[in-house]
């Protein structure tokens, strides 16, 4: 199989003319982002057919670099906007491209219930465990113990696990690696997009200006090393006592289903008004 270079895949896929991007030195989205492309290349998608939709944060700013159609949303809302376009166009693939404050916080009960609905979309969902555009505030995802500029003595919330809330709240597909997890992290993109219903894909992405500077992680290489010691393998964390798995975070694939979309579900709905109506062509 040729394994296409990062220029094929930038001179393809990114808007010359919106370049260079934003992120910081060390940050993990244009990673992300890379795995993303991968996975749509790999997959033959038709870019007209794709929309890409975002909020507001550092990783909600990737829809403006790629060379797709695009919304970039209000804080919070890049769900409710998805929706909108998913159910006018039902034929479109949605990606929503989001960062864990975004999604987590403001965009929480947007979150749920879209997951709750199984709206037919997938979302790449960037964890840097930081609130990096607007200051290094903590996030609902930001480890106990860790430092920002609204704890600066340590985080002393529980942080959520948006993976676990994802698979509890009925997502079809739920996935979470870190961003030198690259062929899982493609080859789960690969799997998300191919899915009917709501899909997530979750990434630990290191953000050493907003998170890592302040909990003496400077550099993304010094984050990829913690990120290593305190990830655990999901089969082997089925083996480990609870104890053994405090202060760490599980990543593998937690959940793969088939659930009905809100498409199809909402289709059969007109159907079903309409034969009790008496409308029926």
């Known amino acids: ?21 934003i992120f910081c030195p060390g940050c993990g989205i244009g ?3 890379q795995f993303t492309l991968r996975a749509i290349d790999d997959l033959g998608l038709n870019q007209d057919e794709i929309v890409w939709v975002s909020g507001i944060g550092c990783s909600s700013r990737v829809p403006g670099f790629v060379n797709f159609d695009g919304l970039h949303t209000t804080h919070g809302r890049a769900l409710a906007f998805a929706t909108g376009i998913k159910l006018t166009n039902p034929d479109l693939k949605i990606i929503a491209f989001m960062g864990d404050g975004d999604a987590a916080a403001i965009g929480g ?8 609905r199984n709206l037919d979309i997938t979302v790449i969902l960037i964890n840097n465990f930081t609130y990096g555009m607007t ?4 996030a609902p995802t930001t480890p106990k113990g860790l430092k920002g500029t609204t704890a600066p003595y340590g985080q002393f919330e529980n942080p959520f696990d948006i993976a676990q809330l994802a698979v509890a709240s009925g997502a079809n597909y739920v996935a979470r690696w870190t961003v030198f997890n690259y062929l899982q992290g493609i080859n789960s993109i690969k799997k998300a997009l191919q899915k009917e219903g709501f899909t997530l894909v979750e990434f630990l992405s290191p953000c050493p ?3 890592g500077r302040r909990n003496r ?6 984050l990829i090393r913690w990120y290593q010691e305190i990830t655990v393998p999901l089969a082997k964390a089925k083996n480990m006592k609870p ?3 405090e202060s760490k975070i599980v990543i593998g694939e937690f959940v793969d289903r088939d659930r009905p979309g809100l498409v199809r579900e909402y289709r059969e709905y007109i159907k ?3 034969k009790m109506m008496g409308w029926e062509e």
């Open 1 to 21: 199989m040729y394994l296409k270079s990062s220029y094929e895949i930038r001179d393809k896929y990114l808007r010359k003319d919106m370049l260079p991007t």
């Open 31 to 33: 990673s992300v982002l």
């Open 109 to 116: 009960n947007h979150f749920i219930h879209a997951i709750r």
């Open 135 to 138: 200051g290094g505030q903590v």
């Open 209 to 211: 200006i907003g998170f």
């Open 217 to 222: 992680m400077k550099t993304s290489p010094e």
């Open 243 to 245: 104890e053994e798995l």
């Open 272 to 274: 079903r008004a309409k």
